[in-house]
């Protein structure tokens, strides 16, 4: 292991630890301000969203959201899946989340050890573990029962417990989507000068109104954005194809053919192995409609959003990690993955398209 990936390493361990539960962010932003100051950038904050300059801001943009799932309590010892309650789809008002999506959610965290904290300063409110969860029959909502923070009150965020797992040749963790986030920060240590945005919201569907509010204000006329994140895949074997994900296109929108080409040439050059995410669903989905199985969605993804609702003023594409174990503490991703994943990052960085 390289001096440069064992620093990103170090850095990872320090903000898998941190909190930063969907809707309650502002705690992990000052540990990224912390973190993005020691490296010489210039730190902004605005309303769900923490911008982080170099020297020539202008350069190239890349952005990454920084919630993660947990819980948030919503009444005298009751809690809900905090990206439910943020993104408004507990109201009992005809825009609650599938019954698929809640039983999956509803089995996936029991016996998870969990911590409260102060949403604002991050301060430490206690510990407890996810006993289960069920559906309140008058309410529609999916609650969870949590032994051991029957003290809280209403609006305090609930994080899972989380660490920093290295097994050979694979990092494990609630990886998304602090690794991006990470590798954000980490490029200021390589020397990157441009501009990084780190959303909030994004598990509740919002963070891309935030970053298209800042464009509208301060970007030029047309704006290329590379969004990175990670990308599931449902076993291992899958995800070891291929070390990157691209896409051209999500549910939302075509993403920039222009800027997707130059990360495929760069990624062809260093010898990176890629897959094209709509393709892949694509061909899936061929495979199901033979056999009469289940469709997939090409997925939503931050950038296709803001595309969709920027009317062209900002555009892009997106660079993803292969990972397994999704929206678990599990999260996986291969080592070789993530060095790659840097390795394109910079060269974008270095290349008169960014």
Known sequence: MNLHFADFIDLLKILVREPCVVGSEHAFYRVLQRELESRGAKVTWYEGLLVAQGNKPQSGYFSAHIDRHGLVCTGPNEFQFAAFVAGSRSDLLGNSVSEALVKKVAGRFTQTPVYAYEPWSGAYRGAGVIKGSYTCEHRNNLIFEVEGLEHLVAGTP??????LAINENYLSAQLDNV??????????????????????????????????????RFGAQNNQLYVVDTSPFPDRTTADEQQLVLRNKDANAEFAKGATERVATICSELGISVIFKDEYVRLKNEEAAQVGGE???????????????????????????PTTGYHTMEETASISSVKDFIRVLMALCRSDNV
């Open 158 to 163: 609930v994080a899972f417990s989380d660490k």
């Open 179 to 216: 690794i991006s986030a990470a590798v954000l920060v980490h490029l200021f240590s390589l020397g990157f000068q441009g501009t990084v945005f780190f959303t909030a919201q994004e598990e509740a569907g919002k963070s891309w109104r935030y970053l298209l509010e800042w464009f509208r």
């Open 295 to 321: 469709q997939q969605s090409y997925g939503s993804t931050e950038l296709g959003r803001i595309i969709s609702a920027s009317n062209g003023k900002v555009t892009g594409t997106t660079i993803q990690i």
